[in-house]
C-alpha cells in the first residue's frame, strides 16, 4: 500500500475538453483529450507516458505544468491541490524540458543569461549568488564554462538541451515533465542526455513523469509505465509487467508497432496502432 507521504504528484478524476467547430449548419462537438485520469506518481520514481500521437499525452503534460486549465479533477502535489492561477508557485516545484531545445531557448539569449531568467523571475537571492548558481547548475550538466556566454545557435543539439535542463533545474523543483526531451537529438546524444538525466535524479532526489514514442528508451528508462489511449490511461504497471506480459490489446499492438533489431520481429499486423 502505498502512504499518502510518498505520493509527489496525483492526478484526481482529470479531463480537459475541447469544443470542435463542425461547420455552419452542424452544432459544435466536444473532444475528450483527457478523459477522467486518475493517477499517483511516488516520489522518486520515473513513470513513463506512452500512446500515440494525439492521445492526449502533451494535453496532459500542458495541465499539469498549469499551461492549461482541466475541464474537470484536480491536481496536488505533496497532498495539497494545486490553484491553476498560482503558477509561479507551481513552476517552483515543476518544471519541463521540452522535445525542441532551440525553439525553447530565446535566440537572443546567452546560455546563462537563458538559465538565469527562472532565479530573477521568482527573486531568489541576489545577483551574485544567483551568477553562482547558474555556473553550479551548468557545470552540473556538463557545459564548459567557454559555453556560458554563447548563443543557442553557437551549440551542438546536444549541448542546447543541456541548457534546457539546467534552466529547469536551477529553482531547484521535485517534479520534471520531460516531454521526448530526446527525440529530436543523434543516437548517441541521447544516451549521454538520457545518462544525465538518472545522474541528476539520483543526485537531487527528482521525481520524473517521462513522455515519449521511443518505447526502447521509456524500457531502459522507467520504474513503471503508463498506457494512454483516446485521453484515458488504459494499462498501468511496472516496467517488466508492461513489456513481457501487456494486458490490454492496445498496449500489446502498441509494443508489436515498436522496431527490433531482428528481422521478421516487432512487425505489426495490418489493423496496427501506429506510434509517432
Given at each position: 500500500?502505498?502512504?499518502?507521504?510518498?505520493?509527489?504528484?496525483?492526478?484526481?478524476?482529470?479531463?480537459?475538453?475541447?469544443?470542435?467547430?463542425?461547420?455552419?449548419?452542424?452544432?459544435p462537438g466536444v473532444i475528450a483529450a483527457v478523459d477522467n485520469i486518475s493517477l499517483?506518481?511516488?516520489?522518486?520514481?520515473?513513470?513513463?507516458?506512452?500512446?500515440?500521437?494525439?492521445?492526449?499525452?502533451?494535453?496532459?503534460?500542458?495541465?499539469?505544468?498549469?499551461?492549461?486549465?482541466?475541464?474537470?479533477?484536480?491536481?496536488?502535489?505533496?497532498?495539497?491541490?494545486?490553484?491553476?492561477?498560482?503558477?509561479?508557485?507551481?513552476?517552483?516545484?515543476?518544471?519541463?524540458?521540452?522535445?525542441?531545445?532551440?525553439?525553447?531557448?530565446?535566440?537572443?539569449?546567452?546560455?546563462?543569461?537563458?538559465?538565469?531568467?527562472?532565479?530573477?523571475?521568482?527573486?531568489?537571492?541576489?545577483?551574485?549568488?544567483?551568477?553562482?548558481?547558474?555556473?553550479?547548475?551548468?557545470?552540473?550538466?556538463?557545459?564548459?564554462?567557454?559555453?556560458?556566454?554563447?548563443?543557442?545557435?553557437?551549440?551542438?543539439?546536444?549541448?542546447?538541451?543541456?541548457?534546457?535542463?539546467?534552466?529547469?533545474?536551477?529553482?531547484?523543483?521535485?517534479?520534471?515533465?520531460?516531454?521526448?526531451?530526446?527525440?529530436?537529438?543523434?543516437?548517441?546524444?541521447?544516451?549521454?542526455?538520457?545518462?544525465?538525466?538518472?545522474?541528476?535524479?539520483?543526485?537531487?532526489?527528482?521525481?520524473?513523469?517521462?513522455?515519449?514514442?521511443?518505447?526502447?528508451?521509456?524500457?531502459?528508462?522507467?520504474?513503471?509505465?503508463?498506457?494512454?489511449?483516446?485521453?484515458?490511461?488504459?494499462?498501468?504497471?511496472?516496467?517488466?509487467?508492461?513489456?513481457?506480459?501487456?494486458?490490454h490489446a492496445y498496449t500489446r499492438r502498441l509494443l508489436a508497432s515498436a522496431l527490433?533489431?531482428?528481422?521478421?520481429?516487432?512487425?505489426?499486423?495490418?489493423?496496427?496502432?501506429?506510434?509517432?
Amino acid at each position: 500500500m502505498i502512504e499518502a507521504n510518498d505520493i509527489a504528484l496525483e492526478l484526481c478524476a482529470l479531463s480537459r475538453r475541447f469544443k470542435l467547430k463542425r461547420g455552419l449548419f452542424r452544432a459544435p462537438g466536444v473532444i475528450a483529450a483527457v478523459d477522467n485520469i486518475s493517477l499517483r506518481i511516488r516520489r522518486g520514481e520515473t513513470l513513463g507516458l506512452v500512446g500515440e500521437s494525439g492521445c492526449g499525452k502533451s494535453t496532459l503534460a500542458k495541465i499539469l505544468l498549469g499551461l492549461l486549465k482541466p475541464s474537470a479533477g484536480n491536481v496536488l502535489v505533496d497532498g495539497k491541490e494545486v490553484n491553476p492561477r498560482e503558477r509561479r508557485a507551481l513552476a517552483r516545484r515543476i518544471q519541463p524540458i521540452f522535445q525542441d531545445p532551440y525553439s525553447s531557448l530565446n535566440p537572443r539569449r546567452t546560455v546563462a543569461d537563458s538559465v538565469g531568467v527562472p532565479l530573477r523571475l521568482h527573486r531568489v537571492g541576489t545577483a551574485a549568488e544567483q551568477q553562482a548558481s547558474v555556473k553550479k547548475m551548468l557545470d552540473l550538466v556538463g557545459l564548459p564554462e567557454r559555453t556560458h556566454g554563447q548563443y543557442p545557435s553557437q551549440l551542438s543539439g546536444g549541448q542546447r538541451q543541456r541548457v534546457a535542463i539546467a534552466r529547469a533545474l536551477v529553482l531547484r523543483p521535485d517534479i520534471l515533465i520531460c516531454d521526448e526531451p530526446t527525440s529530436a537529438l543523434d543516437v548517441s546524444v541521447q544516451a549521454q542526455i538520457l545518462n544525465l538525466l538518472m545522474d541528476l535524479k539520483a543526485e537531487f532526489g527528482l521525481t520524473y513523469l517521462f513522455i515519449s514514442h521511443d518505447l526502447g528508451v521509456v524500457e531502459h528508462l522507467v520504474d513503471r509505465v503508463a498506457v494512454m489511449y483516446k485521453g484515458q490511461i488504459v494499462e498501468l504497471g511496472p516496467r517488466e509487467q508492461i513489456f513481457d506480459r501487456p494486458a490490454h490489446a492496445y498496449t500489446r499492438r502498441l509494443l508489436a508497432s515498436a522496431l527490433t533489431p531482428e528481422p521478421g520481429l516487432g512487425i505489426p499486423d495490418i489493423d496496427r496502432v501506429a506510434v509517432a
